[in-house]
């Protein structure tokens, strides 16, 4: 079973630098990886792709796709796993906004 989701978190701060960004895509896949595995076993998985890009439209943007294939006898709901996992990278950048807002 495969399932792939794909969120976008419009983050509206165009003045955090390379760096800073970076370390919130970094931080999003941390979570996302942390959050699957903390629910199945390694050998449950059989594949996971974790990618974060930062897109600068009018809004700064930070995309997180996350694809996830387990074998047909994990009982697991592979979306809501994703879902859940998505939520909890939303909130950890979330915070770390928050943070960032706080040392300007």
């Given at each position: 079973m495969a399932s792939g989701e794909?969120?976008?978190?419009?983050?509206g701060l165009p003045?955090?630098?390379?760096e800073e960004l970076i370390e919130l895509g970094e931080l999003a896949q941390k979570v996302i990886i942390k959050h699957i595995f903390d629910v199945l076993n390694r050998s449950d998985v059989k594949d996971i792709e974790v990618t974060t890009r930062i897109n600068r439209d009018e809004t700064l943007d930070l995309e997180i796709e996350v694809y996830l294939e387990v074998p047909v006898f994990v009982k697991v709901n592979v979306d809501s796993l994703?879902?859940?996992a998505l939520e909890?990278?939303?909130?950890?950048?979330?915070?770390?906004?928050k943070t960032l807002a706080i040392k300007d």
């Open positions: 794909k969120k976008v978190i419009h983050i003045e955090l630098s390379e994703i879902n859940e909890r990278a939303y909130e950890s950048v979330e915070k770390k906004l």
